[in-house]
């Protein structure tokens, strides 16, 4: 199982057990400690004896604690790969569901409603997000919480191309219902499988900041919109949300890993094994 720093591991490239004279595994002589087990005291990434590994061993990241140090544990390179990925992720959704809640009063009235008849379909559209919620919430249990996040931004993506080709009342209100429904969904799963993604030890750090990454596409997307609206137009808008989806279900397909019947000690070890093993003498 992996272990905090600090705790008793044993060098996969010796016999017996090794401890460096000034204390630590990654620095300094190596001098030969009786039994098999020496103490890691921690500033260096440890290496963890795991049966289910290749190897038999798996790599733990360093010493955590401090801000500072679990920012740096989220792209040691056992965690990098789903920092990418989940920072992606969050940007992507965030920019296209404040850009087309932001706007779609707006836009609709543009595109020819009066304002009165824009609000009312744009409530029909708000009230997607409960189904959209409650869907993805079950899907995430039966399916993964990796595929249906990818399931509702690609159906996000294809009901944001049918919104930039809508040219009646209904066809647009019912592209955009659908765009709710599924962006709300794809945020019932970030929550859940964002945290899931990192070991304990700075577990909060990473959603927080995954999280915090996302608020960037929350605050240009109404900037963007607003300004290529008058370039573009209507079409044009919603082609770029079409885009930004897709690179968002893209990020998770190839880089996020399938979390459904595992425990958290399972992902952790799955996402440690990501590091290619090395000596540590």
Same mark, same amino acid.
């Given at each position: 199982?992996?272990?905090?720093?600090?705790?008793?591991?044993?060098?996969?490239?010796?016999?017996?057990?090794?401890?460096?004279?000034?204390?630590?595994?990654?620095?300094?002589?190596?001098?030969?400690?009786?039994? /098999?087990?020496?103490?890691?005291?921690?500033?260096?990434?440890?290496? !963890?004896?795991?049966?289910?590994?290749?190897?038999?061993?798996?790599?733990?990241?360093?010493?955590?604690?401090?801000?500072?140090?679990?920012?740096?544990?989220?792209? *040691?390179? *056992?965690?990098?790969?789903? =920092?990418?990925?989940?920072?992606?992720?969050?940007?992507?959704?965030?920019?296209?569901?404040?850009?087309?809640?932001?706007?779609?009063?707006?836009?609709?009235?543009?595109?020819?409603?009066?304002?009165?008849?824009?609000?009312?379909?744009?409530? %029909?559209?708000?009230?997607?997000?409960?189904?959209?919620?409650?869907? /993805?919430?079950?899907?995430?249990?039966?399916?993964?919480?990796?595929?249906?996040? !990818?399931?509702?931004?690609? *159906?996000?993506?294809?009901? /944001?191309?049918?919104?930039?080709?809508?040219?009646?009342?209904?066809?647009?209100?019912?592209?955009?219902?659908?765009?709710?429904?599924?962006?709300?969904?794809?945020?019932?799963?970030?929550?859940?499988?964002?945290?899931?993604?990192?070991?304990?030890?700075?577990? =909060?750090?990473?959603?927080?900041?995954?999280?915090?990454?996302?608020?960037?596409?929350?605050?240009?997307?109404? %900037?963007? %919109?607003?300004?290529?609206?008058?370039? %573009?137009?209507?079409?044009?808008?919603? *082609?770029?949300?079409?885009?930004?989806?897709?690179?968002?279900?893209?990020?998770?397909?190839?880089?996020?890993?399938?979390?459904?019947?595992?425990?958290?000690?399972?992902?952790?070890?799955?996402?440690?094994?990501?590091?290619?093993?090395?000596?540590?003498?």
């Amino acid at each position: 199982m992996p272990v905090k720093a600090g705790a008793f591991v044993k060098s996969p490239t010796s016999p017996g057990a090794y401890k460096t004279a000034d204390g630590s595994v990654a620095k300094g002589v190596q001098v030969k400690q009786p039994g /098999a087990w020496v103490k890691q005291p921690g500033a260096a990434d440890a290496w !963890v004896k795991q049966p289910s590994a290749p190897g038999g061993w798996v790599k733990q990241p360093g010493k955590t604690g401090t801000f500072a140090r679990n920012l740096a544990a989220l792209w *040691s390179p *056992s965690m990098r790969r789903t =920092t990418i990925m989940l920072w992606l992720l969050w940007i992507a959704i965030t920019f296209s569901y404040y850009g087309f809640f932001t706007w779609i009063p707006s836009l609709l009235v543009k595109h020819g409603m009066t304002t009165t008849r824009s609000f009312g379909y744009s409530l %029909i559209i708000y009230l997607a997000q409960i189904p959209g919620y409650y869907s /993805a919430a079950f899907l995430s249990e039966k399916l993964d919480r990796k595929w249906t996040i !990818v399931l509702y931004m690609v *159906s996000g993506s294809v009901a /944001a191309y049918a919104m930039s080709n809508a040219a009646t009342d209904v066809s647009i209100t019912t592209a955009g219902f659908l765009m709710s429904f599924f962006m709300n969904g794809t945020y019932a799963g970030i929550y859940a499988y964002t945290p899931e993604l990192y070991p304990t030890a700075f577990r =909060t750090t990473g959603m927080g900041v995954a999280s915090a990454f996302g608020r960037i596409g929350g605050l240009s997307a109404p %900037i963007v %919109i607003g300004y290529t609206f008058r370039e %573009i137009g209507f079409a044009g808008v919603f *082609s770029i949300t079409t885009i930004v989806l897709m690179i968002g279900a893209g990020a998770v397909a190839l880089l996020g890993i399938g979390t459904a019947g595992k425990s958290l000690e399972q992902i952790t070890t799955e996402e440690l094994r990501r590091a290619p093993p090395r000596s540590l003498g």
